[in-house]
């Protein structure tokens, strides 16, 4: 079953709107892509608000920083954390977000929702050609109520732009 709405999600993407602009829609349906496909890798409910908090600031830097954004977000969901008093969350949630393109399994602390995490962005951004066991009908139900709408174009774009400026650098958001 997909989840459509997730009030922690939509109270920290309001909180973007002006920085979003007309990405918005293109953002949102991003968040609740990763965190739908979170959810599904981890059956354990007690983690769920962790996956809304971290899909919510995982790329977020992009619109409030640059393409080399990991940082910037991490440091945004920091500063919720302690707004919200979960303070004990910023090391997990910190390494969901560090590690959300990390290429090779991940196998340090909080291994299973980095693992879950990793796992549902790579799905995302590659729309579904790695799986990672993930049923195709349910790639399907997730993307049929929240689609691309250019997402991947827009990170071609940045990346090419990214690439432009710093073309001797890999792309900083890369991690083995």
Not at 2 to 13: A, G, H, R, S
Not at 23 to 35: L, S, T
Not at 52 to 73: C, Q, R
Not at 124 to 147: H, I, N, P, R
């Amino acid at each position: 079953m997909v989840i459509e709405k997730n009030k922690t999600i939509d109270k920290i993407l309001d909180n973007f709107k002006n920085v979003l602009k007309a990405d918005f829609e293109v953002y949102k349906n991003h968040v609740y892509r990763i965190y739908n496909y979170a959810v599904l890798f981890d059956a354990n409910s007690k983690n769920d608000k962790k996956y809304a908090i971290a899909a919510a600031f995982h790329d977020i830097g992009i619109w409030t920083h640059s393409f080399d954004y990991l940082e910037p977000s991490i440091q945004l969901a920091t500063t919720y954390l302690k707004e919200t008093e979960r303070e004990e969350w910023i090391e997990e949630i910190s390494l969901l977000i560090d590690n959300h393109h990390k290429m090779s399994v991940y196998k340090g602390k909080f291994k299973k929702t980095v693992e879950a995490f990793r796992k549902a962005d790579w799905i995302d951004v590659t729309m579904g050609m790695k799986s990672f066991g993930l049923e195709k009908s349910e790639y399907k139900a997730v993307q049929a109520l929240f689609s691309n709408k250019g997402f991947h174009w827009f990170l071609l774009k940045q990346s090419v732009k990214y690439f432009m400026k710093h073309p001797l650098h890999p792309l900083p958001m890369f991690k083995k």
